[in-house]
């Protein structure tokens, strides 16, 4: 009887694919092992064995396999049903998810490999110029990969020339896979074991009488494995001895010294001894105490506490307890910012159970975390990291933890699959019949709303630690300010009063502006021509550190101008401010304090977060400048001020929660000031103080934002009143993507109706020189969620047979927000 595996392969195509296998390989492969398999022509991929059966594909020849590449599964079955899950609520296909889930070093890529051909000689003259090239290169080189080629030709499609090439019998072409994973080795030394009686050892040290450079490698060698009993790295060997690797080289060839290799690990804990985790205290024993018996009759709870309010020590109690019964933890965070500060903090009561795991990691230090988790290894006990951990092989999942639960940053916005961690994760905590805790000092009005519906359990904690006072919220009008003249540059007398208090007292301040560069606008003042990004419908960023101005959403970037483009004045003026412009006022008006910036262009390289949130800890930094990066639950001890810039870029942003949005991030912001003995004070510069959400935020009223809010979405029919499912569709050419686009809201509207939006040009319609149309389509409770997906994708499947449409990208986007 045949024998067939289902394959899923890391490409956006629905099919999973079938092909046939010996009854021997059969019997050996299990789901969740990976295998390469050769795709279309000559194509070859990593694909993850979704079932073993006997029923062969009606539409193809099964191809046969190309090889097994591993001996055990690394993707286990509650993966797999986390993968299908997420393909089917978020709409997207196997592939994607694979792609999105298993570290690149797991997807073996095939790579073109060009040869001369040995059997036939060819008659040279026949070769154009740009084949010569590549045959004469062959002639010194015995194989050429893709890119050598287009480096020779310097030219990026090569494609024709090798297709020439391969007609006329020159080369021949094959696939090379390789394994991106290697393990990371380190070096070591030990004697050889002909010298372990004293006296061989005696004549050796007379024989190497005149080698002294030799010989003190020796005795060096003895007395580090003297004192530290263990094994010698070579690195630590040459350090000691002042020596250098030749010698040791030498006295490995000469059969003195045996060397070896261990496998490291690439991410280690080199900490002391584990602390006892802190005494909680009465609010914090009662909250540890409901959240547990809300734990017996909801899987999933929602802990609404204050900024500082001891949030964290509550969630270690609970790890401790789901550590003791066997089970591992999932501790998710928004931000890669967060990991660093936790990670100390969890190693101090954990140590080395606490594994990491975020994109800032290279692919070989995630592959370790992965194999640690599968194995359910000690070194993977708690897992802590941003959205892309909940694809890790859990095996014994006892608890989630989800941080910070109202971030956007728990939403994945491209490629596919569009999954928002947060849902996911309560979807695979029920899988493992695990608990969810979504902790939050402001709650997404999502949660909140299942709270209400009784979905979730609900523990409030609303007293600070040390019963410490919520900070002070002032609104300052600006227009009032600037009326009177008491502003300097983006400063009003206020802020400038309050910044000069502080200091004096030795605090540290916090100013927040939620926007990069130094201003955002450059316009000429003579003609009012502002550059814009050939790419996009937006004006270019000035940044002032490096001169020039840049387009935040394709890269684009050009040299700062002299003079305007259009009528070649110089008058330039900027526009509007970002957190280098604030910076620098900041450095004029208090030149002997050091300020310092966090932002997306000072935070880049793999320890950029830890450099600046260290140097304030330390008390290095007097006045933090930053975006967003700043509100994410940092916890820093002597920050007294925090200063809003302006509050009104946020409140007028159009999105159905912008005004949500701006209420979580002020709060937030205002959290990080006065976390230990001192009140402390925020400062929130606005046009317009008398704004209702300014005012919940200076009372610190969420209860009232929440009411007006779900007020407005019941009115206007938006989440959580109703679902969402964003239909952006994309293309080069304006008038394609507007019939398209015109086209597919018409048939959407013959199935449901009033309920779609569209189709609408976003605030920005063109990026990277694509146009966009938005299409909305809103889904009532009591309407079936499955029913509208598949109505949807039948649309869609006709959209894509129209031969115009074809070129039109089509994304969708379920719970877009």
Known sequence: MPNFIDVIIPIPLKMLFTYSVTASEADFLKSGMRVAVPFGKSKIYTGIVYKVHNDAPVAYEAKDIHQILDDEFIVNEKQLQLWQWIANYYMCTLGDVMRAALPSAFILESETVITKNTIKTIDESILLDDEFLVYEALQYQSSLKIHDISNILDKKNVLPVIKRLIDKDAISVEEEIYEKYKPKLVRYVKMHTNFSSESALQKLLEDLGRAHKQKD???TLFSISVKTKKPVKVS??????????AIIKTLIDKGILEEYHIQTDRVKYSGDDNEES???????????KEIKESFESHNVTLLHGVTSSGKTEIYVKLIEDTLKKGKQVLYLLPEIALTTQLVSRLQNYFGEQVAIFHSKYSSQ???EVWNHVLSNSNSAQIVIGARSSIFLPFNYLGLIIVDEEHEQSFKQFDPAPRYHARDTAIVLANMHQAKTLLGSATPSLESYFNVKQNKFGFVELMHRFNNVLMPDIELVDIKDKL????????????LIEEMTKTLKEGHQIILFQNRRGFSPIIECKTCGHSPQCPNCDVSLTYHQYRNQLRCHYCGYNMAMLQDCMACASQDLNNKGFGTE?????????FPDNNVARMDLDTTRGKYGYEKIITALE???IDILVGTQMLTKGLDFRNVKLVGIMNADNMLNFPDFRAHERSFQLMLQVSGRAGRTEERGKVLIQTYNPHHNILQQVSNNNYIDMFNEQMNDRYNYK????????????KHKDYNRVEAASIWYAKSLRQVFDTNVLGPESPPIARIRNQFHKNILVKIPKKQSLLKTKEAIIKINNSFLSIKDFRSVKVILNVDNF
């Open 217 to 219: 490698v020796v005795l």
């Open 236 to 245: 630590d060997l040459l350090k000691e001895s002042n020596s250098t690797s």
């Open 278 to 288: 802190k005494r909680l205290n009465k609010h914090q024993i009662l909250a540890l």
């Open 365 to 367: 230090e995630r592959v």
């Open 483 to 494: 009326k009177k003249k008491r502003m300097k540059g983006h400063f009003s007398d206020r």
């Open 581 to 589: 412009q604030i910076e620098e006022e900041v450095k004029l008006l």
């Open 618 to 620: 330390q008390q290095e």
């Open 718 to 729: 938006y989440p959580p009143v109703y679902k969402q499912i964003k239909i952006t569709l």
